[in-house]
């Protein structure tokens, strides 16, 4: 969790044309005082302009996140049933 945190304060860099105009329309709202926008003004002012981009980014994260669940617990079945088998445990 403490990754996703400083994930949040990094500064965006201005590396092209579209990060450039959402660098400088974030700025333009937040008006931080260094002058640096971070990642989590923009994730902020996307909530409050952009409410949907961000819902759906959420909602394919949150099938993603359960697909892999899924493929894990196969996975653990599998490793499970072959580590009962030459036990004679089936």
């Known amino acids: 969790m403490d990754n996703i945190e400083g994930i949040g304060k990094e500064v965006v860099e201005s590396s092209t044309p579209f990060k450039t105009w959402i660098v400088?329309?974030?700025?333009?709202?937040?008006?931080p005082e260094n002058g640096n926008v971070t990642i989590?003004?923009?994730?902020?002012?996307?909530a409050t302009e952009f409410p949907e981009f961000?819902?759906?980014i959420a909602e394919e994260n949150w099938i993603r996140g359960y697909h892999q669940a899924m493929v894990d617990i196969d996975a653990s079945e599998q490793i499970l049933n072959?580590?009962?088998e030459p036990n004679g445990k089936k």
């Open 82 to 84: 072959q580590i009962d």
């Open 40 to 46: 989590e003004m923009v994730v902020e002012t996307l």
């Open 24 to 31: 400088d329309y974030v700025g333009e709202q937040h008006e």
């Open 54 to 56: 961000l819902v759906h």
